[in-house]
């Protein structure tokens, strides 16, 4: 069309030269509008774009935060480690839950509005976060941050793959991606000088167990120090100023969403993007389930990989054969996020360049090479820790994104299916990084043991994926020339 019309404008262009005077007010007025319309598809397209980015930075400090504080998480609900990492499970069940809620509710309600409120619920369960004293009560709220959580990840996902196509959202999907470790990033950064300003920030390990406490104590010494324990301790946990932080940050892009709510922002870029618009019709659910159940697995072993060194690299540090102390300990946290948005800063240019499935066997290669030199020499060897940790994010931080373009490559995922993403990624985190913590509890540095394994299976996911769309390809083409051959019979 656009050429089309290009066409016109030269022909109308020669008709001027030629002396025709009605030809030349009908070509500018038209040449303004195009004009016009091409300016305001920008204008709100980078609006849109931009609270898009913000939300996905605050998701990041949503996620990321638990990582470094999970000590302080376990110390204020008087629990293990491995006991607190069930909010990991219940943030990812509220994932799964809010990822297949997505369809129906972009389907009946404003989506600029809903994003919007789910990003003020996101910042409430955020800032409430630091003061809850019960392990379940902390899970429970955990979870419903999840569900938020699962809304905004999959339906922000969905929208872009709608308004701009599969090919054409390939580097805005890696972009997508690239800003919740933009988000994550900043997470340590901000709770580390709050983490040194906190006593009981030291690993569970070091603390005796009740039953070690010797016999032969006095109990009213016992009962004394009780006494005195509360006038001791800070009226305000200091982590607390960190999570609200974040919660405040998450209620301004809340007003944003709400603002290009009233603008009309969608329907505006969508009036002038409609040839762009994603417009492929879904396959039958029967041709894609073999298809679907392997994403759902590669999706799985992704997430719970990446979660499970990012969620535990701190506490890992601290409480294995390394020691290192607070401020390595969230330094070492904080690298892995700059290798991770490195790593989707980079996914942005070089997937419009390689195919996804290249950039996805590329990373494997490399996520598998670098756990196997990290299980073998970490331990021992604290200068493997900190670079290993910044190549394994970077390498592993595009095989999300590329892993969506890949998919899309073979079905439309930008509306009904867009859950499935969600249902590997929340019960590869409900599962794994639980297990993670369990495995915490009895040998910490066991963790990178299971990311390990976590790498080689999703690569023999992804093996198994290759095989299933190239079938899934040449049976649609089977069935394209049937109706292609039927339509001649019949003419």
């Given at each position: 069309?656009?050429?089309?019309?290009?066409?016109?404008?030269?022909?109308?262009?020669?008709?001027?030269?030629?002396?025709?005077?009605?030809?030349?007010?009908?070509?500018?007025?038209?040449?303004?509008?195009?004009?016009?319309?091409?300016?305001?598809?920008?204008?709100?397209?980078?609006?849109?774009?931009?609270?898009?980015?913000?939300?996905?930075?605050?998701?990041?400090?949503?996620?990321?935060?638990?990582?470094?504080?999970?000590?302080?998480?376990?110390?204020?609900?008087?629990?293990?480690?491995?006991?607190?990492?069930?909010?990991?499970?219940?943030?990812?069940?509220?994932?799964?839950?809010?990822?297949?809620?997505?369809?129906?509710?972009?389907?009946?309600?404003?989506?600029?509005?809903?994003?919007?409120?789910?990003?003020?619920?996101?910042?409430?369960?955020?800032?409430?976060?630091?003061?809850?004293?019960?392990?379940?009560?902390?899970?429970?709220?955990?979870?419903?941050?999840?569900?938020?959580?699962?809304?905004?990840?999959?339906?922000?996902?969905?929208?872009?793959?709608?308004?701009?196509?599969?090919?054409?959202?390939?580097?805005?999907?890696?972009?997508?991606?690239?800003?919740?470790?933009?988000?994550?990033?900043?997470?340590?950064?901000?709770?580390?000088?709050?983490?040194?300003?906190?006593?009981?920030?030291?690993?569970?390990?070091?603390?005796?167990?009740?039953?070690?406490?010797?016999?032969?104590?006095?109990?009213?010494?016992?009962?004394?120090?009780?006494?005195?324990?509360?006038?001791?301790?800070?009226?305000?946990?200091?982590?607390?100023?960190?999570?609200?932080?974040?919660?405040?940050?998450?209620?301004?892009?809340?007003?944003?969403?709400?603002?290009?709510?009233?603008?009309?922002?969608?329907?505006?870029?969508?009036?002038?993007?409609?040839?762009?618009?994603?417009?492929?019709?879904?396959?039958?659910?029967?041709?894609?389930?073999?298809?679907?159940?392997?994403?759902?697995?590669?999706?799985?072993?992704?997430?719970?990989?990446?979660?499970?060194?990012?969620?535990?690299?701190?506490?890992?540090?601290?409480?294995?054969?390394?020691?290192?102390?607070?401020?390595?300990?969230?330094?070492?946290?904080?690298?892995?996020?700059?290798?991770?948005?490195?790593?989707?800063?980079?996914?942005?240019?070089?997937?419009?360049?390689?195919?996804?499935?290249?950039?996805?066997?590329?990373?494997?290669?490399?996520?598998?090479?670098?756990?196997?030199?990290?299980?073998?020499?970490?331990?021992?060897?604290?200068?493997?820790?900190?670079?290993?940790?910044?190549?394994?994010?970077?390498?592993?931080?595009?095989?999300?994104?590329?892993?969506?373009?890949?998919?899309?490559?073979?079905?439309?995922?930008?509306?009904?299916?867009?859950?499935?993403?969600?249902?590997?990624?929340?019960?590869?985190?409900?599962?794994?990084?639980?297990?993670?913590?369990?495995?915490?509890?009895?040998?910490p540095f066991g963790v990178m043991y299971m990311v390990l394994g976590c790498s080689v299976v999703n690569a023999g996911a992804f093996a198994c994926m290759t095989v299933e769309g190239r079938r899934l390809a040449k049976k649609r083409a089977l069935l394209g020339n049937t109706y292609s051959a039927s339509n001649t019979l019949m003419t």
């Amino acid at each position: 069309m656009v050429k089309i019309y290009h066409f016109y404008l030269k022909r109308c262009e020669r008709e001027i030269t030629r002396g025709d005077d009605m030809l030349p007010a009908v070509s500018t007025q038209t040449k303004a509008e195009y004009q016009n319309k091409e300016q305001n598809r920008g204008i709100w397209s980078y609006a849109l774009l931009t609270a898009i980015s913000l939300a996905r930075i605050g998701g990041g400090l949503f996620v990321a935060l638990h990582g470094p504080t999970l000590l302080t998480l376990a110390n204020n609900v008087g629990t293990s480690v491995g006991s607190v990492s069930y909010l990991f499970s219940g943030r990812s069940f509220g994932i799964l839950a809010g990822g297949i809620a997505t369809g129906f509710i972009m389907r009946k309600f404003n989506k600029m509005y809903t994003f919007g409120a789910s990003t003020f619920i996101l910042a409430v369960v955020v800032s409430v976060t630091p003061w809850i004293t019960q392990l379940w009560l902390l899970v429970s709220v955990v979870m419903l941050g999840g569900l938020v959580f699962g809304y905004l990840d999959a339906g922000m996902q969905a929208l872009i793959l709608q308004i701009w196509g599969e090919k054409e959202s390939r580097g805005l999907i890696s972009g997508y991606h690239f800003m919740i470790a933009a988000g994550a990033f900043m997470a340590p950064f901000i709770a580390q000088p709050f983490l040194m300003q906190e006593d009981e920030s030291v690993c569970p390990a070091t603390v005796p167990p009740i039953e070690q406490i010797d016999n032969s104590t006095n109990t009213s010494q016992l009962l004394s120090s009780s006494d005195s324990t509360p006038a001791e301790q800070a009226p305000i946990n200091p982590v607390v100023w960190a999570y609200l932080i974040c919660a405040v940050f998450l209620v301004v892009v809340g007003f944003y969403f709400i603002f290009l709510g009233c603008l009309g922002t969608e329907k505006r870029i969508r009036s002038v993007r409609k040839e762009l618009v994603e417009v492929r019709r879904e396959d039958p659910v029967k041709m894609v389930a073999p298809l679907f159940a392997l994403v759902c697995i590669y999706y799985f072993f992704c997430v719970a990989g990446e979660m499970a060194y990012n969620s535990y690299i701190y506490s890992v540090s601290i409480c294995s054969e390394l020691q290192f102390n607070v401020n390595d300990g969230t330094l070492v946290n904080a690298v892995f996020w700059i290798g991770f948005g490195s790593g989707r800063l980079a996914g942005v240019f070089i997937l419009k360049y390689l195919k996804p499935g290249l950039v996805i066997t590329i990373n494997f290669v490399a996520t598998i090479i670098l756990m196997i030199i990290v299980c073998i020499f970490g331990q021992s060897h604290a200068p493997v820790i900190w670079t290993v940790t910044f190549l394994y994010s970077f390498f592993q931080s595009t095989i999300y994104p590329a892993g969506v373009s890949w998919v899309s490559q073979y079905t439309n995922m930008s509306r009904n299916y867009t859950f499935v993403f969600s249902i590997g990624q929340a019960l590869g985190s409900m599962i794994l990084v639980t297990t993670g913590g369990l495995i915490f509890d009895l040998y910490p540095f066991g963790v990178m043991y299971m990311v390990l394994g976590c790498s080689v299976v999703n690569a023999g996911a992804f093996a198994c994926m290759t095989v299933e769309g190239r079938r899934l390809a040449k049976k649609r083409a089977l069935l394209g020339n049937t109706y292609s051959a039927s339509n001649t019979l019949m003419t």
